[in-house]
């Protein structure tokens, strides 16, 4: 796409965000997160991804690191998730035979 000065400007409807992992040097807080951004690790972390994840897929695509974000993503269902196994099928078969004859006698006294 070109703009009205016949410059080169990035298609909207083709924007796409990612998450990528953090370096794995121990991170420490900063006020400003764009400082942290700025660094070099950040930045070669990101390029990494970039390379190995988005370019085989999309040739042309590029990081507009003015527009990039530092957050964290917290899984809750891997920390606090604990599996309940489901009810025995005998016992969901037997439930669900009880609302059938349930049902059946609601629409009998409609009915009648």
Do not use: C
């Amino acid at each position: 796409m070109t703009n009205t000065k016949g410059s080169l400007e990035p298609d909207g409807e083709l924007r796409d965000y990612e998450n990528v992992p953090l370096p794995p040097e121990s991170v420490s807080w900063e006020p400003d997160p764009l400082e942290g951004l700025a660094r070099l690790e950040y930045r070669e972390e990101v390029d990494k991804y970039f390379k190995a994840e988005v370019l085989p897929y999309v040739e042309d695509a590029w990081v507009d690191f003015t527009k990039t974000k530092l957050g964290y993503e917290i899984q809750f269902t891997r920390h606090f998730f604990t599996y309940k196994p489901p009810r025995p099928l005998s016992e969901i078969d037997a439930e669900i035979s009880q609302l059938e004859a349930e049902l059946q006698e609601l629409l009998r006294e409609v009915t009648q």
